[in-house]
C-alpha cells in the first residue's frame, strides 16, 4: 500500500521526526582528549588529589583550591594524527598535522586568614582545547560474498543497505520515484538515494539491489573541527587539610566530516572486462552547545601526612546541537530503455534536491556522569606522584528530540546495547632535581567503550549516508615533559603519545537467510543474517607536542 508523500509546499521543518546522529557520532563528542597545561599534561593528567595547576578545574574542581598566590598561563602545541588502515593486506597511511592554540587561563587567590578554618577562596577560569577532531582515513579492497543457509553466494555490497531501509519504511517504488520523499520524516535517505540512482528496484514484496559481482571498495573521510571547553571555578581551603570545589562548564562544539565510498563491478561483456558501479559523497556537520557541573573534594587524612585523596563527580554534558547533512550520488554504469537505446543514469544531488540547501535537525544528547577517584603524595618539594581512577558508562547516554519533544528511543537504545562503561586509569610523576627544574612522566590507560559486534544501525527514516563506523579498542597515553621558573615566570614543555587499534567497516548488511528471493526483508524478521566485511584493522596514532608559558604573582 502505497503512503501519501508530503508537498514541496512543505518546509524542512517537516522532517524534525527523522533520525540523524548515530551513536558513532554522539561518542565522538563525549569522549575527550588528555589536553591543558603542558605540566598537567605531561604527568598524564593524574593531578585531580595534587591540584595546583588551572587543568585541574576540568578534572578535580578543588585542586584549584591549593592555590595560594595568582597565576596566568597559555599553552600552544603543535600535533601530528596517524591513521595506518590494512584492509587484506591492501594499506593505506594517512598523516594529518595541526597548530593548536590549547589553553589559557587564570587563577585569583584570595586569603581569608590563617587562624579562620576557611584560609582560601580562589577563582579560576580556564579556556581548552578539550576534543581535536582532524583525521584523514582510507581504505580500500573487495568486500567478498557470505554463502547463505540456501547454499547461494551473495556479494557483501552497500548497495543492499540501501534496499533494506528502503523496504523497512513501506514506503513503494512512486513514493520513493518523486523527491518529495526527502521532506518525509518518516523516509530514510539512503534508500531514496539507491533507488533514485537506479542501484535498487522494488516490488510489493519491497526493494532489492542490483549487485552484478563482487564490490571492489574505496572509502576516504576527512574529520576537522573540535570541542572548546571554558570552565569556571571557586573553590575553598578550609584547615590546610580540606579543599572543596565547583566548576561549571561550558562547550562549544563543531564537527565536520566529508567521506567518499565508491564501489566498482568487474564485468564480462562482448568488448572483454569491464567496469560499471557509483560512488556516495557524504558532507555532514554537528554543532552546538552543552554545559555541565563538576564537583570535588581534596582531603589530606592525617594532619602531619602529605597524603591526599581527591573525590569528583561530574554531572551529564547536556548538549544542544544541530546536525547538518547533504549527499551526492553519482552513478557510473549504462541501463537500456524501453527503446534499447543506452543511458546513464543521472547524479542524485540532496543539496540541489533541497532547493540549494543542506538539511538542518536539531537535537539533544546527554552524556554519561563521571566518578573521578584520586590519590597524591609529595615528598618535600622534590616528588610529587599522582594516580587517578575514572568510570564513565556510554550504554547510558541518552538522546532528546528539542524543546521537550521527550526521549530518541531508537537512538538511546543503540547507546544501551553497542556502548558501555569505559574505567581510565591515569599516573603521574613530578622530580625536581633543583628547585627551578622538573622532570616529569605520565601514563593513561582507556578500556574500549564499544561492545563486540557493535554496529551502525541505521533505522528506516535516518538521514545519514555514511555507512561507516569503526569500533575504537583500549587506548594507551605515554607522556613526558620538563618545567622551568624564573622568579614568577615559568615555563613547561610536554610531549604526548596516543596510541589505540580500531576495526573499520564501510557498512554492514542485513540479509534474509533466503537468498533465493534475493530481497531485503525487515529488521522485524528473525530470519536474518548480520554481516559486516572483513575488519579493516587501523592503528591511530597522535603526538603532540605542548608549550605552556605562565606568570605567578
Partial sequence: MKRRTLLWACTLFLASGASAQSIYDAMNIAQKDLNGTARFVSMGG???????????????????????????????SYSLTSTESDYAGIKFENNKSRWNFDNIGAVIATKIGNVTPLRFVNFGFNYHKTKSFYKNMTMAGVMGSVQMADGNWVPISQVR?????????????????????????????????????????????????????????????????????????????????????????????????????????????????????????????????????????????????????????HTPTFYSLTYTTGALLTPDYYLTDETGQEFMPGVVDTYDILGGRDIDRDFNLQTPWLVNASLGYTVGNVLALGAEYEYENYATMKFKYPSGGGDMVW???????????????????????????????????????????????????????????????SMNVVTLGIGYKWSSFYLDLAYKYQTYHSDFYPFFNELSDDASLDYMITSANQNVTLVTPEATKVKNTRSQVLLTLGFRF
Fill in 46 to 76: 593524574a593531578m585531580g588529589a595534587l591540584g595546583g595547576d588551572i587543568s585541574t578545574i576540568g578534572t578535580n574542581p578543588a585542586g584549584v583550591g591549593i592555590y595560594r598566590s595568582n597565576d596566568v598561563m597559555t599553552s600552544f
Fill in 161 to 313: 543497505y540501501m534496499a533494506q531501509q528502503a523496504t523497512d519504511t513501506g514506503f513503494s517504488t512512486d513514493d520513493f520515484s518523486s523527491n518529495d520523499i526527502y521532506y518525509n520524516g518518516d523516509a530514510g535517505w539512503l534508500g531514496a538515494i539507491g533507488y533514485q540512482g537506479w542501484l535498487t528496484d522494488g516490488d510489493e514484496f519491497g526493494f532489492y539491489p542490483y549487485v552484478p559481482s563482487e564490490a571492489d571498495s574505496y572509502f576516504h573521510s576527512q574529520e576537522r573541527g573540535g570541542i572548546n571547553q571554558y570552565d569556571f571555578n571557586v573553590s575553598f581551603n578550609i584547615n590546610d587539610r580540606v579543599y572543596l570545589g565547583f566548576t561549571v562548564g561550558l562547550y562549544d562544539v563543531d564537527y565536520n566530516k566529508y567521506s567518499l565510498y565508491d564501489e566498482r563491478y568487474y564485468l564480462q561483456g562482448n568488448g572483454g572486462e569491464y567496469q560499471e558501479g557509483y560512488s556516495l559523497e557524504t558532507y555532514k556537520r554537528i554543532h552546538g552547545s552543552g554545559f555541565n557541573l563538576k564537583f570535588g573534594a581534596i582531603f589530606r587524612p592525617f594532619e602531619y601526612s602529605p597524603l591526599r585523596i581527591g573525590l569528583a563527580v
Fill in 411 to 473: 537512538e538511546s537504545a543503540q547507546a544501551k546495547g553497542n556502548l558501555k562503561a569505559v574505567h581510565t586509569m591515569r599516573l603521574g610523576a613530578e622530580f625536581r632535581p633543583m628547585p627551578a627544574f622538573a622532570v616529569r612522566a605520565g601514563y593513561n590507560y582507556s578500556t574500549a567503550a564499544y561492545e563486540a559486534g557493535a554496529l551502525n544501525y541505521l533505522p528506516a527514516n535516518a538521514l545519514d549516508t555514511d555507512t561507516d563506523f569503526s569500533n575504537a579498542q
